[in-house]
DNA sequence: TTGACATGAAACCAAATGGTTTCGTATAAT
DNA sequence: ATTATACGAAACCATTTGGTTTCATGTCAA
């Protein structure tokens, strides 16, 4: 079963610097809209909508408390992102490229098995 | 001096798959144009246009030959993504985070100084 | 010198994106 | 009970995006 059908994925949800920026306050502590919205020049209502993609994208989840939605950060689905930028590590960081690789291999979906051409997965 | 003003920045340009596919390609190999658009369900000119994108995002890097020309892959930019990334690291990496750190920390730039907001030096 | 090839520029277009304002509704506070 | 707060949904809008086709130009080959 799938982990809940990501209608916007990762690379499009942070392509966004206000979504960005909604990650990095999150990551800090979880919070609610209109908290959120304070740090922005634009409307509520634009930065919720910004949060819901970036909850398309599996990257925020909500909880309804009381009258409010508090969104917390869910980094998960950033591995993708990581995934495929150790795609290009050997490139700047040849020689230590390997040791990397075998740090992160805790989580064993994270390796890049050798030099494929990558991306054919999706679409 | 900067390094040729990026009109369109790492984040957005990576957002397209066409041209997460195109990274990829010439992760390769440097190649032109019509070769690179044979891999791809559009227009030779669509391809080009996606080219000029990563260009201005400063992630590859043209050179004429003749009538052709070639498209070379520069990684470089793809390290604001890393650093980025980096922030989140302690999420799902906690123990082994301080050793990837260590590992990066040839580039004196791609580490990140603690627990901070981040994102706020862009726009 | 006459074609064929490789490419970018231009004009155009539909759909997606990032905003807005307005409204309805649920919860909390008085 | 009434009012204020927190929020999402909806309708709307301008701009950007990702694609197309057509055209002009430069280069290689016969």
């Known amino acids: 079963m799938a982990e809940a059908a990501p209608k916007h994925d990762v690379f499009q949800a942070i392509a966004d610097p206000t979504r960005r ?3 990095g306050l999150l990551s800090e502590q979880e919070m609610p809209v209109t908290a959120l919205s304070s740090h922005f020049p634009m409307s509520r ?9 970036l909850s398309e994208a599996g990257l925020v989840a909500e ?3 009381g009258r409010e ?10 591995q993708e992102l990581r995934d495929w930028l150790g795609y290009f590590e050997r490139y ?3 020689k230590l490229a ?3 690789l075998l ?3 805790d989580d ?3 390796l890049p098995k050798g030099p494929r051409p990558l991306d054919e997965r999706r679409e």
Do not use: G
Request: glycine letters at 0%; zero cysteines.
């Open 21 to 23: 920026k909604l990650l």
């Open 45 to 53: 209502t634009a930065v919720s909508k910004h949060l819901r993609i």
């Open 63 to 65: 909880q309804k408390v």
């Open 69 to 78: 939605t508090r969104y917390r950060l869910q980094p998960e689905p950033l």
């Open 92 to 94: 700047w960081n040849n």
């Open 98 to 100: 390997a040791l990397k």
């Open 103 to 105: 740090v992160e291999s």
């Open 108 to 110: 064993p979906a994270s």
